[in-house]
């Protein structure tokens, strides 16, 4: 049985999941796969299972709604902790979260980090194929965050992310808000308060070169709102900041 799980949210990834699980296999063998299908019409979910039925690494949760990001995430998460799993990645399918990573972020939580964050803002991390604007967007949402919640990494709403077990064994997840790309902040600034040990890995992120991007004005706009919700919530606000143990 594997320590390492890696969590991977489909909806239309047809063109790139029989790409991406084997790349990652190239970097971490040993490594199993939860691919977390939201009902693709593209037939991913059923190219998911032909695939699981291959090989003994690859794991399918077939979810009947769209429900967004952030409830995938939770749903692969919480199968993860029913199993033995130590190291628990979240990870996107097409390529713009590059499986060459995933060897460091692993390292580092072996290390004794309890959250890994591939950072695109750290010294050797960067961008490419991506529009003036989408930089904006990014940079400027990542920094909005950061100041408004204190948190202490550079890249708050990167979605490639390595969790220690005790981790997600102590995030409430039935109070989490958001559902997109307010998802990311929100897990950060949960195991910020909780006191979590952060260590950041520069990467550089590829535009997708296959599918379409998830992202859209709603998503963006909940992240912006939610942000205030999170400051202002007394609960998470009084949550304990020492490391549990």
């Known amino acids: 049985m594997s320590d390492v799980l890696i ?5 239309n990834e ?13 970097v971490l ?25 291959r090989d003994a690494r690859i794991h399918v949760l077939h979810r009947t709604a769209k429900e967004g990001l952030g409830r995938a995430y939770v749903a ?17 399918a097409d390529f713009s979260h590059q499986p060459k990573y995933l060897a460091p972020m692993l390292q580092a939580a072996r290390d ?4 890994v964050i591939a950072s695109r803002y750290r010294r050797g991390g960067g961008t490419e194929g991506w529009t003036l604007k989408r930089k904006l967007i990014s940079r400027c949402g990542g920094l909005y965050a950061r100041a408004v919640l204190w948190l202490p990494v550079t890249d708050p709403t990167g979605g490639f992310k390595c969790f220690r077990r005790e981790v997600l064994e102590a995030l409430p ?22 006191g979590f040990r952060f260590a950041e890995v520069p990467i550089v992120f590829p535009d997708r070169k296959a599918g379409a991007s998830k ?30 143990t």
């Open 29 to 53: 063998p040993e490594a199993h796969v939860l691919v977390v299908d939201d009902g693709s019409p593209d037939g991913t979910g059923r190219l998911a299972d032909e695939m699981a039925a």
């Open 112 to 115: 004794g980090a309890d959250v």
């Open 173 to 194: 997840f039935d109070e989490i808000l958001s559902t997109g790309f307010g998802f990311q902040i929100e897990l950060n600034y949960r195991c910020h308060r909780l």
């Open 215 to 244: 992202m859209s004005g709603a998503i963006f706009q909940e992240a912006l709102v939610n942000v205030w919700k999170l400051r202002f919530d007394r609960g998470i606000r009084s949550s304990s900041r020492a490391r549990p």
């Open 7 to 11: 969590v991977m949210p489909t909806y």
């Open 76 to 92: 692969g998460f919480r199968w993860a902790l029913a199993r033995e799993y130590r190291f628990v990645f979240e990870m996107d």
């Open 14 to 26: 047809s063109d790139n999941l029989p790409r991406i699980v084997p790349a990652l296999h190239e």
